[in-house]
Each structure stands twice: as C-alpha cells, then as structure tokens.
C-alpha cells in the first residue's frame, strides 16, 4: 500500500506542474500512463486481485 501512495503523491505532483510551469508531450504521456496504471491498481484493490492484498494476507 506504501507504493501505492507513493504513486498517487508523484501523480499528483505531475498533473499539478501544468498550473506552475510548462509541461512537455514527455510528462503529458507519462501522467496519462500513470493515471491507467493507478486505475487498474485501484480496480484490482476493489476486486480483491490486487498482489498488495495477496501479500498482506500471506505474511
């Protein structure tokens, strides 16, 4: 779980740049990119599929 808010403060951090400074097509695709990606952690949390879930359960 550490990682996944790990992920959402870079996401955050990277969508917010755009109000303070100029944002390259680089870091417009990798917000897009990250955005799928948490996506699919979150909906993987939701369904019980997540590896986070698995290992928290196992240790």
């Known amino acids: 779980m550490v ?4 992920r959402l403060k870079s996401l ?5 740049k755009g109000i303070h ?3 390259t ?3 417009a695709e990798t917000c897009v990119v990250w955005t799928y ?3 699919a952690d979150l909906i993987r949390l939701a369904d019980g599929t997540s590896a986070l879930l698995v290992s928290d359960a196992t240790a």
């Open 3 to 6: 990682s996944l808010g790990a």
């Open 12 to 16: 955050d951090s990277l969508a917010s």
């Open 21 to 23: 400074d100029d944002v």
């Open 25 to 27: 097509a680089a870091e």
């Open 37 to 39: 990606l948490l996506a």
